[in-house]
Structure formats: structure tokens, C-alpha cells
């Protein structure tokens, strides 16, 4: 803890030093010495060729990796300019790398960014991941344009990805923010995202820095924050997102609790905001839309559905607590499919997920045993789709998504209705 | 799975596989919009604070093609009235309550009593009569259904796909009755098992043929309460407000609609609800002075159908009763035995003594006065002795629950 | 004649002396009652007022308490359940304060054993309600786990795991209470040695074969598995 606080004062000399900036560019990283240095250098190369007259900082916030990332940070550096360069770069790009202080977690490390960004008085912030390795320099232009010379507060991303990616946005977190707040945001949780000083000020004025929200789940956090606050969102389309694999043992359940937890934590504090939401409308969006090619992704369904039976015959007293007899049987009726039939109607879908909100909001479970129940109606889920959109074109897939979310939003009096009954009322 | 034996003169309709509720609801949505639904639901405060009722309202929560729900609410002071309120806000269908003990209802019932109706004792035919009423008054709905308070194991498939044969304009159906089978680790159900069905057998011995009876036997589960019908039906029925309101309900069907247009439908693969107690000797309690009625709509029905019921002819049903009722008994007991099911012979033979003198009760009474009618008079008629009485129902409620 | 007439009068009087000492005790009983009715209704009410306020219907509803009070049929709130219990148990202290304000040597006796034995009573009914929510937490949460990680017996475990668990927590309860402690341990470590040894001895001879065969299907699964897995990104 000592040493943390040395190195904020440390931190702080070279904030101050720097004085002050137009554009702030946060890198959170954990061990990433593989990938970042193409980060920095995409954006170096993004500020120095889209924004030369601005005075810019990349903020490096490490969470103490042991492989010297901090080091490959200070010095990655383009050595020839000229081949990229349009303009000759006028302000020089500051740099600064540090471990943040505080809970160990992503939260923390954007925490300081936002920090750094207020101290210097940023006009427009950037994060983007240190694993990263599709950046290209434009994701700069087209992260921080829209905040610099057409007023957006927040930023989010518009990615192109493989139809079966991105399960997890695509059937939870996607069709539920959109249902919840009314905006047509596809990414929630992409993770790179630019927005204004002035929303990292009002995230900094939020009290959250000791909660979960410091250790997972600050995508979606800053995202329904900016939205439910009534900041102007706009999404901008940036290519393909390839990235590092993530840790392979990374268990899915804990990855859907905290992704999930997250949103339902949300929905606690901005109730009164999405509770009269109807419909939802599109947000402006940035850049040049293109397709790429699918290439074939192997995925053992069959485990899955295998997993989704396992739940069937273990969690059965829990999820007729949580889904109802009616909607139970459904599900039960689902389990007696055959592989090939398995079909996970979209309604049932919505009914689970606002189901679970529910049971969340009236602390039917634990949270974590809650959330991690639904694992297997998940595999399920997922499943289901993957098998119908085995032969769709990304087109076709992103249209299946569609239908879900309207059904996300037909179905969404229900959970208002459910919602509004006064918590620890159910005896 | 059930097989698909069509049982005598009205139209069965089976659970056969696993059906997709989705299907149906999505279906049920659409006929709603030629033929909108109303459900009624009598209930006791009690049931409020008992297992069964958070069940019931999470499942009604999620119900889209009703158009209204209209509730009964019996035995409930005026907090209890706001709570009950509270208690149904979740759904998403417009609910109303009807509070029987609250200063506009209780001046309703006043109005009838002042104008000669006897519109019965509180219980449930009382509160499903003026459920309808309220229905009709509105004149919002062509479906009703109705079913209890204290279905433990409810799902809302069993809603589904009660309203469905009525609310399907295909199928052309009148009134549709809801059945199931009662197993826990034994055999439940049995007034319906040792009472009903063997006492019909032994009158139709003892009578020969007759349409009514053939009509009672064709019902899987006569003394089930869940049942749906079009509206018009419960302008121009009268409801018994005893015990035999089941029994008594069919007979008015009988006598209004043809069998063609009747129907049962397998609700639930199990059902669970509050149990009755069985007092042995007073008839004024529990299931004694169910079964009593039960009877006693039976023989009524039959007399006005030119049944003559003479003291042989009861002498012979309790002894004719006692036979089938034993058959019965050993019926069953095989098939608890293949089934695996927990089997009281004795408390079994237990009911059916108590049966037999419910029967011989109930014979007696009739004998005493043969005219004493528990039925509630039709909205019909009701309605043309009081001109303004659905406008006054209709304020009452919808001042209620402002 | 006098003498006969002592002879009656006599043990009137001695009755009459017994009754002149006893009444006023009785009197004291009586108003001991009365208070104790009265404050033990007043705690009550505390009681359930404040665990409203700590919102103590929902975590039981959480914990699975609420579930465990319904199985036994009691359909009200946890709270006013726990509110009746304290209030009977007050009732029950002041029976026995008030019996004690009769002063007969036997009633004293039995109100010091059981006033003696109370604290143990309560430590044990606290042992048993606090392990059998964290045993339900527990096996729960393995539960959960199991079956997200595909494991067939996931109930099974999950099950067994608690069983044992309640079978500590009696045991702990039962020491608690002084029920033949020598016999509760003997039975104890003889039962859970029992099952531990009978575990070893089960699979070290007769599942030689299944655990090999699991052991074998899990790590023939895992490549399989763990590509499925990192082909997709869930994010």
C-alpha cells in the first residue's frame, strides 16, 4: 500500500508536468507485453495522423503485471513517421505508465485514467484494451471525432465479428440494455470505447469505486451510466475486433455472473429511468460499414445442449422457483428434444432473463448462486442458436438477433409490472 | 401421456406428447381478438397469505392474451382489500376486484335481497355468479374461465388450455370443464372417485338410460372446478351457491347447450389444492355437507326430468351405490398397485361408510322438501327484475378500485 | 369437648397460617406473570419491528430459512415467526420466575435445572438454525458448480455434502445440549470415520475401474472441451 502511494505522488509530478491535454488515451493492461506495444503504436499513429494540433497523453494503467508491460509501454515508439504520416506531428504525445492503486480489477484501472483525464483537463478520453490486435490507427479517429467536433459524450463500438461471438452480448446483454434504456447500442460491453471529459468527470463523482463495479463489469457499467444520464451516444464502426484468447480457464459461469450481475446491479440503481422506457430507437453511427468473410468456427454443441440437460435434472427445484410451473415445463419440454430438433424459443428466452432480473431484484438466491444457475439455460441458449444460424450469413444471423431483442422489448411490461411490488414482500 | 379414448357424449380433448405452451398461448392471442377473454377467480382473502397464491399471480404475470381479470374477494376487511390490490399488481392484465364485504358490494346484495332474489350464502358459487355479472356488465369479454384460488401446483398452461376449445372460433365449443388426475403419493379426489362416478352407475341401474346421467358419466373429473365458457352461457345459467355448484353447473349446460358443443380438456399433468376434511357425522362441515349437496343437486336434477324417486327406489341406490362403490374401491386399488401409489384400503371403505350416509342424508332431505333450491337466479332474469343493475354492479367495482 | 374442638380447629389454623404465608407469594407470582406477559409482548414487538428493519424476511428468503419454515408448514412471515418464539420463550422465563415466587422447594428446584439448562438450549438452537442455513448455502453452492461443470452426479454430491454437514452440525448441537457426550462423540467419529474409510475402501477396490474410466472420459473429453471453447468469444 506504501509503495501504491508513492507512486501516485509520482504519478501526479508527471500529470503535472504535463499540465494539461486535449485527448486522453487510456490502455488498462495485466501481463499484456505481447500485445500492447502494437496498441500504443496504433494509437501514436492514430493521434499523431488524425489529431496533430492536439496535445495528447496515453495512459498506461497496469495492475501490477510481472512481465513487464509498463516497460514495453515506455518504449514502444514508431520510428518513421513519414510512412503514415499525412501531416508532420506538432504537439509531441506525452506518455505516462503506472500500476493503479487500489481493488485489483479493471474498474480500478479506468478509475485512474479518469482521474488523469480530469487533472489534465481532457477534452475527449479513449480506452482501448492492451490485447488488442486489430487496433488500427483510425480507431482513434473514429472513437474521439465524434466527442471533439460533434458534441457525443460517449462513444460506444461497432464491431464486426463472427456470427457465433459474442454469445453472451448478443443474448443477454445487447436485447436487455436495449429493451431497458431504449437505445440501440450493440455493443455494451466492447470494451473500447471514447467519450467526453465530461462524463469521466460524472463517472468519477459516482461512488462506486469501492463496489464490484471497481473489479468487473465497468463496460457495461460506463455504458448504461452515460445512457441512463441522458449523455448523447453514438456508436462508431471499427473493423474487425481479434483479439488475445482469453484465459482458457476462465470458467463461463463466472464470467456470466459478473457480466450479468453487473447489469442487474443496474437496473436496481436506474429503475426509475428504464421503468418508463418503451421501444427503442437507433443511435447515430460513425464510419464505413463492411462485411468479412465468415470463416468456419468449430463449436461441440452437443456439449452444450449436454450440460443444459445436466441442469434440467439437477437445478429443478431452483429454476421452478425462479421461472414459474409454466414456463418450467417449457423448459423441461425443451430437454426432451433431440439434438438436432433443439430449439430455444426467443420468448421463453425473454421470460428467463426478466425471470432472473426478477428473482435478483427480490433476493430470491444469493446473487452468485443465482446468476451462476443460469449457466446451463444459457448452454442452452446458445446452443439453440448456433444450431439455427449454422448456415446464415452474418446478415441473416444479425437479423435472428433483431428478433430477439424486439422480443426483449414486447415482453418488457412484464418485468415492469413484476418489478414495481415492494421488495422482501413475497412471504 | 394420456391415451385417446373419447368418453361418452361429449368431446374429449387429450394431452397427447409434450405440447408447446408458446404454441398455444401465441394462438390463444389471437383468437382473444375476436374473442376476448375474461377470467374469473373467486378466492378468500386467506388464500392471499396461503401457499398458493404467489404461484398463481407470478404465473398470471406472464399471461398476455387475457383481456380481464375479475377477482372475488371474500372475507376481507378493507386493509385486506388494499392488500389483496397490492398482492395482483404484477399482472399485466387489467384486474379487477370485486369486494364482497366491502359498503358498495354488500349494498348490491342488498338491492337483490330487496327485490326478492336469494342470491345465497358467501361461498364460491356466490362470488363466481357475480363475477359473471360483473363480465356481462362490462361487456367487454365473448370467453369466460374460471378456475381456484388454491391450486398449488398452478401452471398457466392449465389457463391455456382451459380457454382454448371455447376461445378457438374453429372448434365451436360452449363450455368447456378442466380435468386431471390427483396423485400425490396416493390417490387424491375422492368424493369424484367414490362418490360421483359410482353413484351415477348405480342410479343409471337403477333408472336405465337417461340422457343427464349419460352426460355426468361422460366427464372425467365432473366435480372439477376449472371450467371456461362463452359468455352468453352465463347470461342465461343459474349457479347453485352450495356445495353443488360443480354438479349443479353441468346440469344447467345440459339443459341449455347440446353435448356437441361440451367439452373436457387434461389440464395439468398433476394438481395439487387444499384438501377438505372429512367429518364423518356432522353434514354441515367440510366434505360431509359437500357431498350432501352433491346429491341433493343430483336428485333434483334427475326429479325435474321426470325421475320419480321413491323410498324403494333410494333404499335400492344405497345399496346399489355401496356395490359400485366397492367395485370401485378394488379398481383402484390395482391401480395404485401398478402405479406404485401409497393405498389405504381401510380409509378408503372409511369414506365410501360415510358416502352412503351422506347419500342417505341427503335422500331424506329430499323427501322433506323436494322444492328447496339452492340456484341462484340467471343474469337474465335478474337483470330484467332490476333494470339498472349491471350499471350499478359496474360503478360499485369500478369505485372500488379507483 | 375443647379438646375435640382444637383437634378440629388445629389444623384449620395450620392450613390458614400456610395459606397466610402463601398468598402473598401467589400474589407476587401473579403479577410477575402479568408484567412478564406484558414486556415479553412489548420485546416481540420489538423483535419483529426491528428485523423488518434489517430487512430479515428477504435474506431468510435468500438463505433458504423461509423455504426450511415452510416445510414444516408455517406460512408466516420469518419474522413474526421468530417474533412468536421469543415472545413464548419469555413466556416460559416468566412462568418460571413467577413459580419460583412460590417458594416450594420442589417447583425451585426445577426452575434452577431448567433456567440452569437454558443457555445451553439456546446455544444449540442457534448452532442448529445458523448450520442448517450455511449447510444449504453450501451444498448449493456446490450444486451449481457441479453441474456447470458437467459432473452426472452433481445432486448426488451436493446431497451427500449436506447430509454430512447436518450430521456435524447435530453433532455439535448434541454436545451443546450434553445429550451423553460420550456417546454423541463415539458416534460421531465412529460415523463420520465410517463414511470416510467406506468412501476410501469403495473406490480404492470396487470403483478401481469406474474412477478409471472417469478419470480417462474427462481427460479424453478436455481437448475437445477446451477448443469448443476458446473458438467462441461469449464477450
Known amino acids: 500500500m506504501m509503495n501504491a502511494v508513492t507512486l501516485r505522488t509520482e504519478v501526479h509530478e508527471q500529470v503535472e508536468k504535463i499540465g494539461s491535454a486535449d485527448i486522453v488515451v487510456g490502455i488498462p493492461s495485466f501481463n499484456n507485453a505481447n500485445t500492447i506495444s502494437h496498441v500504443v503504436r496504433a494509437v501514436q499513429a492514430g493521434l499523431a495522423k488524425y489529431f496533430p494540433t492536439r496535445r495528447a497523453v496515453i495512459v498506461n494503467s497496469d495492475g501490477g503485471s510481472s512481465d513487464g508491460t509498463m516497460e514495453v509501454v515506455r518504449n514502444a515508439s514508431i520510428e518513421d513517421f513519414s510512412a503514415i504520416l499525412l501531416h508532420h506531428r506538432v504537439e509531441p504525445i506525452s506518455r505516462i505508465a503506472f500500476p493503479y492503486s487500489g481493488i485489483p480489477g479493471k474498474g480500478s484501472a479506468f478509475r485512474s485514467i479518469f482521474e488523469i483525464a480530469r487533472t489534465l483537463e481532457a477534452k475527449a478520453c479513449v480506452v482501448v484494451d492492451s490485447d488488442l490486435r486489430s487496433i488500427t490507427p483510425e480507431w482513434i479517429e473514429l472513437l474521439v471525432k465524434p466527442v471533439l467536433e460533434d458534441g457525443y459524450d460517449y462513444v460506444a463500438p461497432l464491431y464486426h465479428r463472427h456470427k457465433f461471438d459474442g454469445t453472451i452480448t448478443n443474448s443477454i446483454v445487447y436485447p436487455l440494455t436495449r429493451a431497458l434504456y431504449g437505445k440501440r447500442v450493440r455493443q455494451p460491453i466492447g470494451g473500447d470505447f471514447g467519450f467526453s471529459g465530461r462524463v469521466a468527470g460524472f463517472y468519477l463523482s459516482k461512488d462506486v469505486w469501492e463496489s464490484d463495479v471497481a473489479r468487473f463489469g465497468i463496460d457495461i457499467w460506463m455504458t448504461t451510466t452515460a445512457i441512463a444520464n441522458g449523455f448523447r451516444i453514438a456508436q462508431s464502426f471499427l473493423g474487425a475486433k481479434i483479439h488475445d484468447a482469453k484465459d482458457p480457464g476462465a470458467d463461463l459461469s463466472s464470467m456470466l455472473y459478473q457480466v450479468v450481475s453487473a447489469n442487474f446491479d443496474l437496473m436496481e440503481e436506474y429503475a426509475g429511468v428504464w421503468m418508463p422506457v418503451h421501444g427503442s430507437e437507433p443511435v447515430p453511427t460513425f464510419g464505413f460499414q463492411y462485411t468479412v468473410g465468415l470463416e468456419h468456427v468449430p463449436v461441440n454443441t452437443g456439449r452444450m445442449l449436454g450440460l443444459f440437460r445436466e441442469g434440467l435434472n439437477n437445478l429443478r427445484e431452483i429454476w421452478l422457483g425462479i421461472l414459474g410451473a409454466g414456463d418450467f415445463r417449457e423448459v423441461e419440454r425443451l430437454g426432451a428434444l433431440a439434438d438436432d430438433a433443439f430449439c430455444f424459443p426467443i420468448g421463453l428466452w425473454t421470460r428467463v432473463i426478466y425471470d432472473y432480473a426478477i428473482a435478483f431484484h427480490h433476493n430470491k438466491l444469493p446473487p452468485e448462486h443465482l446468476i451462476k444457475s443460469l449457466t446451463p439455460l444459457y448452454l442452452g441458449k446458445t446452443a439453440s442458436f448456433i444450431l439455427a444460424a449454422a448456415n446464415m450469413e452474418g446478415a441473416e444471423a444479425e437479423a435472428e438477433i433483431e428478433k430477439l431483442c424486439k422480443a426483449f422489448e414486447d415482453n418488457k411490461e412484464y418485468l415492469v409490472m413484476s418489478w414495481s411490488k415492494h421488495k422482501g414482500d413475497q412471504t | 401421456m394420456s391415451d385417446f379414448y373419447q368418453t361418452g357424449v361429449i368431446t374429449t380433448l387429450h394431452q397427447l406428447g409434450k405440447t408447446s405452451l408458446e404454441r398455444i398461448e401465441a394462438e390463444l392471442c389471437d383468437f382473444a381478438r375476436t374473442r376476448p377473454i375474461a377470467l374469473a377467480l373467486p378466492a378468500l382473502y386467506s388464500e392471499f397469505e396461503g401457499p398458493a397464491m404467489p404461484g398463481i399471480v407470478q404465473e398470471l404475470a406472464k399471461v398476455k392474451y387475457l383481456n380481464e381479470i375479475v377477482l372475488v374477494l371474500d372475507k376481507a376487511s378493507e386493509a385486506e382489500f388494499q392488500r389483496a390490490r397490492e398482492f395482483m399488481s404484477p399482472i399485466s392484465t387489467e384486474v379487477r376486484i370485486i369486494h364482497n364485504d366491502g359498503k358498495r358490494i354488500s349494498a348490491i346484495y342488498e338491492t337483490f335481497a330487496r327485490n326478492g332474489f336469494s342470491v345465497g350464502e358467501r361461498g364460491k358459487g356466490r362470488s363466481a355468479w357475480i363475477a359473471y355479472g360483473y363480465v356481462l356488465a362490462r361487456a367487454r369479454s365473448g370467453v369466460i374461465a374460471l378456475h381456484d384460488c388454491d391450486i398449488v401446483t398452478y401452471s398457466r398452461e392449465m389457463l391455456a388450455r382451459l380457454c382454448y376449445p371455447v376461445a378457438n372460433p374453429n372448434l365451436d365449443y360452449a363450455f368447456c370443464k378442466g380435468y386431471y388426475s390427483r396423485i400425490s403419493s396416493k390417490m387424491n379426489g375422492r368424493v369424484t372417485r367414490l362418490l360421483v362416478t359410482p353413484m351415477i352407475r348405480a342410479l343409471q341401474q337403477l333408472i336405465g338410460p337417461h340422457a343427464f346421467l349419460a352426460f355426468l358419466d361422460s366427464f372425467r373429473y365432473p366435480l372439477s372446478g376449472e371450467f371456461s365458457m362463452i359468455t352468453e352461457l352465463a347470461r342465461v345459467n343459474r349457479i347453485p351457491w352450495d356445495w353443488g355448484l360443480e354438479v349443479g353447473s353441468l346440469a344447467e349446460v345440459h339443459r341449455n347447450y347440446s353435448p356437441r358443443r361440451v367439452c373436457q380438456v387434461d389440464i395439468a399433468a398433476n394438481y395439487e389444492h387444499k384438501h377438505q376434511v372429512l367429518s364423518a357425522d356432522d353434514a354441515s362441515k367440510g366434505l360431509m355437507k359437500m357431498t350432501v349437496d352433491i346429491c341433493k343437486s343430483i336428485f333434483r336434477t334427475l326429479a325435474s326430468e321426470g325421475v320419480v324417486f321413491s323410498d324403494g327406489l333410494f333404499k335400492s341406490l344405497l345399496v346399489s351405490y355401496l356395490r359400485q362403490a366397492e367395485d370401485t374401491i378394488m379398481k383402484y386399488e390395482a391401480d395404485a398397485a401398478i402405479n406404485g401409489l401409497r393405498f389405504d384400503r381401510n380409509e378408503e371403505a372409511t369414506a365410501v361408510e360415510a358416502f352412503t350416509r351422506a347419500i342417505a342424508m341427503a335422500a331424506q332431505a329430499f323427501e322433506e322438501n323436494p322444492m328447496a333450491t339452492p340456484l341462484i337466479p340467471n343474469w337474465n332474469r335478474v337483470s330484467s327484475a332490476i333494470p339498472g343493475i349491471f350499471d350499478m354492479l359496474k360503478l360499485a367495482v369500478d369505485e372500488d378500485n379507483k | ?235
Open chain 3, 1 to 235: 369437648m375443647m379438646d375435640f374442638l382444637n383437634l378440629i380447629f388445629e389444623p384449620l389454623q395450620a392450613v390458614f397460617q400456610t395459606f397466610r404465608v402463601f398468598l402473598p407469594n401467589f400474589l407476587a407470582m401473579l403479577v410477575i406473570m402479568l408484567l412478564g406477559i406484558l414486556v415479553a409482548w412489548l420485546i416481540k414487538f420489538i423483535v419483529v419491528k426491528s428485523l423488518h428493519a434489517v430487512h430479515f424476511d428477504s435474506w431468510s428468503d435468500r438463505m433458504g430459512f423461509t423455504a426450511l419454515i415452510r416445510k414444516g408448514d408455517v406460512w408466516s412471515r420469518p419474522s413474526a415467526m421468530l417474533g412468536s418464539i421469543t415472545f413464548w420463550f419469555l413466556i416460559i422465563l416468566t412462568l418460571m420466575i413467577g413459580l419460583g415466587a412460590l417458594k416450594i422447594p420442589a417447583i425451585d428446584s426445577l426452575v434452577e435445572q431448567v433456567v440452569g439448562y437454558m443457555p445451553r438450549a439456546f446455544s444449540a438452537a442457534v448452532i442448529l438454525i445458523v448450520g442448517y442455513v450455511v449447510a444449504g448455502f453450501v451444498s448449493q453452492g456446490v450444486l451449481i458448480a457441479a453441474v456447470n461443470s458437467g459432473y452426472h452426479y452433481a445432486k448426488l454430491i451436493a446431497g451427500a455434502l449436506r447430509i454430512l454437514l447436518m450430521v456435524l452440525i447435530l453433532a455439535m448441537a448434541m454436545e451443546q445440549l450434553q445429550i451423553a457426550p460420550s456417546i454423541v462423540l463415539a458416534a460421531f467419529s465412529i460415523i463420520f470415520g465410517g463414511i470416510v474409510a467406506a468412501l476410501s475402501i469403495s473406490f480404492g477396490v470396487g470403483g478401481i475401474e469406474a474412477a478409471r474410466r472417469m478419470i480417462e472420459r474427462e481427460t479424453a473429453e478436455k481437448p475437445d472441451a477446451g477448443k469448443a471453447k476458446d473458438e467462441i468469444d461469449p464477450l
